[in-house]
């Protein structure tokens, strides 16, 4: 598409990334901070190129028999843009793509593979990751991320009036339904990033391929970052208590010696090991009933102190919370 004389002094340093023909001589230029639409000469009006800032906070879409109409809000104004109805589509893949580029919602060299509305649900598919949005509107800082790195898994349900796509994430699955008839193209835009990701060709290879990363990271062996049983973290109670297999007490099972007898002297050891213990309570019980009651009074006095002590620390804590929750607030709107 050639790029109008007007909108080329409109851009100033930028660069044009793409752009959409609106029928006869208008088109939309898309820069990486900014939609701008050029409107030809007609016979009512001169030719003219209005910008449309990518730092909307809200964008609605309303379509007509003939006509698509995008509405931008910002945190000052509301702004309109009507294209053809048939570069509706296309128009909206590039401004969510500017959308998101601007707030970093992907990276800058990061491209769209498709975007699809179904009724209150709108999914971007992009080279590396999968957005879901939920909502009246068709897209606002309220929305889900999900990497290609914690994909598990990839299934079809399919059905008379829809079809289930059922995608794991790190073994979590998110369900979308989407129209029988539109369902092909998305799981095929979906099956197309996930294959050209992961670098395999097949449904089959790609769940294969999943799997493997997923036991790794359950064995330790992987990159993951979920935390499991090998994250560094010991357990409350380790697998060598679970690994005896005879249902029994860990207190009262009978140790097995060894070749060497390392079990037996095992043993003795804990043996000793119990008698001194006891010896020792013996002696601290002795001591607590001889103290005088400067000493408790003492103890009372650090106990108190303690107390005041972890109270504040926990007033702290709930202040942190509410800042956190604050800030968790203030940006999902964005600001």
């Not at 290609?148 to 979590?172: H, P």
């Not at 799981?187 to 769940?207: C, I, M, P, Q, W």
């Not at 005041?308 to 620390?313: D, G, K, M, P, R």
Request: with cysteine; glycine share 10%.
């Amino acid at each position: 598409m050639e790029i109008p004389d007007l909108v080329r002094q409109e851009l100033g340093d930028e660069e044009v990334r793409s752009g959409v023909n609106l029928g006869d001589e208008d088109a939309a230029c898309f820069t990486p901070t900014r939609t701008l639409v050029y409107r030809g000469e007609g016979l009512l009006s001169d030719e003219k190129v209005e910008s449309y800032p990518h730092d909307f906070e809200r964008l609605t879409v309303s379509e007509g028999r003939r006509k698509t109409k995008f509405t931008l809000v910002y945190t000052s104004e509301k702004r309109e843009l009507s294209v053809p109805g048939s570069r509706g589509d296309a128009v909206l893949k590039r401004l969510l793509e500017g959308k998101l580029t601007a707030s970093g919602g992907i990276a800058d060299d990061e491209t769209l593979a498709g975007v699809f509305r179904f009724s209150e649900l709108t999914l971007v598919v992009t080279e590396r990751q999968l957005l879901k949005h939920i909502g009246n509107v068709t897209w606002d800082a309220d929305y889900e991320a999900f990497s290609f790195d914690d994909v598990t898994s990839l299934s079809f349900e399919e059905g008379s009036v829809a079809t289930a796509i059922v995608l794991s994430f790190n073994d979590r699955p998110e369900r979308i339904k989407a129209p029988s008839e539109e369902a092909p193209v998305l799981r095929k835009t979906l099956e197309g990033a996930l294959f050209s990701y992961h670098e395999v060709d097949s449904l089959g290879e790609l769940n294969a391929e999943v799997a493997v990363d997923e036991a790794d990271d359950e064995s330790g062996n992987g990159t993951g970052d979920g935390l499991g049983l090998n994250s560094g973290i010991d357990p409350l109670v380790s697998d060598d208590a679970d690994e005896s297999g005879d249902g029994s007490d860990p207190q009262t099972a009978t140790a097995q010696p060894d070749r060497d007898g390392s079990a037996g002297t095992a043993a003795e050891a804990s043996s000793q090991g119990a008698e001194s213990l006891g010896v020792a309570g013996d002696a601290e019980t002795d001591a607590v009933e001889t103290a005088s009651d400067g000493d408790i009074a003492d103890l009372e006095a650090q106990v108190a102190e303690l107390t005041a002590a972890v109270e504040q620390q926990n007033e702290q804590l709930q202040k942190q919370e509410r800042t956190i929750k604050q800030l968790i607030k203030e940006l999902r709107q964005g600001r």
